[in-house]
């Protein structure tokens, strides 16, 4: 359910006045959210119960052709594994956002989501109104709420459930840190974020699983200085630096900053 007017919410984050959140949502095992984000929000999920498997796409709202790469967001800071001080990328070395804290520890940048023909051979189902929808259905959904289509769908982020690599190269499901677990996105553009709430696609479990997930989302505008003076989450790696002065100078092109 989302709450309108956010300050609506029965619920907001420690420390963050409900009359400033932009955003609030509970989006349901099998659910589906989009909304568009000013440069400078700062966006919290957080797995309620421990299962929950938040499948993200950010798209550029003044171009939505510039859009999350996660080939670039896994190769430019030379890190698989997402954390705090990470980076999420677009495909024009520019970030569109960082994580900038993480509670969980339990993510996913390797496997992408569930698509029809996979949930469909598992489950039975894969449509967005079935018992057991594929994350690429639900992302198209909310694609279309923007004009967008399939063809504007990359591969996604997935958070709460986690995938390691073996030394043999083969991925492992490591599962979820368990319910409360939280982590938060700050945007450093205007952007479409869509959010599905789906089963991970190497959960071993044989009946699908998942469980809400709450967002919230404020704007924190003095979080892009501080993250850049690494006062949020310490100093900052070049390939940070660099990908945020390339955003920061795109934006003055643009008139924006």
Not at 64 to 72: F, G, K, Q, S, T
Not at 227 to 232: E, I, K, N, V
Request: proline letters at 8%.
């Amino acid at each position: 359910m989302r709450h309108v007017p956010a300050p609506s919410s029965p619920t907001s984050p420690d420390g963050v006045p409900v009359e400033s959140l932009v955003w609030a949502e509970t989006v349901a095992a099998g659910g589906y959210t989009s909304a568009v984000m000013a440069r400078g929000t700062r966006i919290r999920l957080t797995d309620l119960d421990g299962e929950a498997c938040a499948h993200l796409l950010i798209h550029r709202a003044d171009g939505p052709h510039e859009r999350l790469n996660v080939a670039d967001t896994v190769k430019v800071p030379w890190q698989a594994y997402l954390g705090a001080g990470h980076p999420l990328l677009g495909g024009f070395g520019r970030v569109l956002a960082t994580v900038v804290s993480d509670t969980s520890g339990a993510h996913d940048a390797l496997a992408g989501t569930t698509t029809r023909i996979g949930n469909e051979a598992r489950y039975g189902a894969a449509a967005p109104e079935s018992a057991s929808p594929a994350g690429r259905e639900l992302l198209l959904l909310a694609a279309l709420k923007h004009g967008l289509g399939q063809r504007d769908l990359p591969p996604s982020l997935s958070f709460f459930k986690g995938v390691r690599v073996d030394s043999d190269g083969a991925l492992q499901w490591q599962g979820s840190a368990g319910p409360g677990a939280s982590v938060d996105l700050l945007l450093h553009v205007d952007a479409i974020v869509s959010l599905a709430n789906t089963a991970h696609p190497l959960d071993p479990r044989p009946d699908f699983t998942c469980s809400p997930v709450r967002m919230h989302a404020w704007a924190a505008p003095g979080d892009l200085d501080r993250l850049s003076a690494g006062d949020l989450v310490g100093p900052l790696r070049p390939e940070h630096r660099q990908a945020i002065a390339n955003t920061d100078a795109d934006l003055n092109a643009r008139g924006v900053l």
